[in-house]
């Protein structure tokens, strides 16, 4: 059987192809489980790493949702349970130390639209479409929609887009702030490519940082403006941030190395 995750790196840059075209990419026991691998159990090795870009095969889907040919037979034990691994996958994308942008080339529906969501970036296609049709099949989100689109779309958006099951086209999406940018579907990778090169030529731990100090904003188990501070102290110990006022003050480009 062919990878349902194709895996290529180019100029320090790990693309994750979602790749069941013809199942739309739904997201499936093994594409799963393989996530789960690359970010819970963290076999992607961010030390030689600028980012992660995750995109969907083919141009029609970027991921269709979860597998419902697979709930067939669920029980709320198992269920429950298939969610939680969705949170926990999703989570340690939404945690990832380094830039990871979602490409969406199509299709994100379900399950794919809260992939999208827990990446940090998201850059769509003129062509990707946009919904959680949860309540069509007598369900709700499963993988943190409910929790991750009210704080992109604000709450009122959130209930109208998950309430309805209905799809938002991709302009619609770039205005209720779900997506970052819209660029036509043949510029997609390498738009999103020059976005994780441009994120690059910041100082690798103030990225880091960043990530989490935003995070901590939208965690109620985190006091966010003492992480903020203290993180701002942090930085200034290390040898990216010396680089960085060293080099703006004798007017060159910084050269970071992430110490
Ligand atoms: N799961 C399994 N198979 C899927 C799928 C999904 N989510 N989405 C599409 N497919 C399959 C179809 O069954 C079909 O396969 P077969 O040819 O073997 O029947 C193939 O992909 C092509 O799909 P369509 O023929 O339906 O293509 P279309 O262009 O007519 O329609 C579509 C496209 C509107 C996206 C439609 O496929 C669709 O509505 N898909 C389901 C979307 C959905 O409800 N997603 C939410 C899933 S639940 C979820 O994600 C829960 C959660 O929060 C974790």
Known sequence: MT??????VSNHIL????????????????IMDRLQILFVDKEIDVTSL????????????????????????????IASTLSRKGHQIFRAIECFPIPVIAAINGFALGGGCELAMACHLRIASDTARFGLPEVSLGLIPGYAGTQRLPTLVGKGRALEMILSGKMIDARTALSFG???KVVPQDDLLVKATEWVMEISGNG????????QAIDAAYDQQIDGPEFEMEAFGHLTNTQDFKEGVTAFVE?????????
Do not use: C, H, M, W
């Open 3 to 8: 990878d349902q995750i194709q895996q290529a």
């Open 15 to 30: 693309t994750l192809t979602i790749n069941r075209p013809k199942a739309l990419n739904a997201l499936n026991t093994a």
């Open 50 to 77: 600028k980012g992660v870009i995750i995109t969907g095969s083919g141009e029609k889907a970027f991921i269709a949702g979860a597998d419902i040919k697979e709930f067939t037979g669920l029980d709320a034990s």
């Open 178 to 180: 779900l997506v970052n």
């Open 204 to 211: 690798p731990l103030a990225i880091q940082q960043a990530i």
């Open 251 to 259: 007017k060159r480009k910084p050269s970071f190395e992430g110490k």
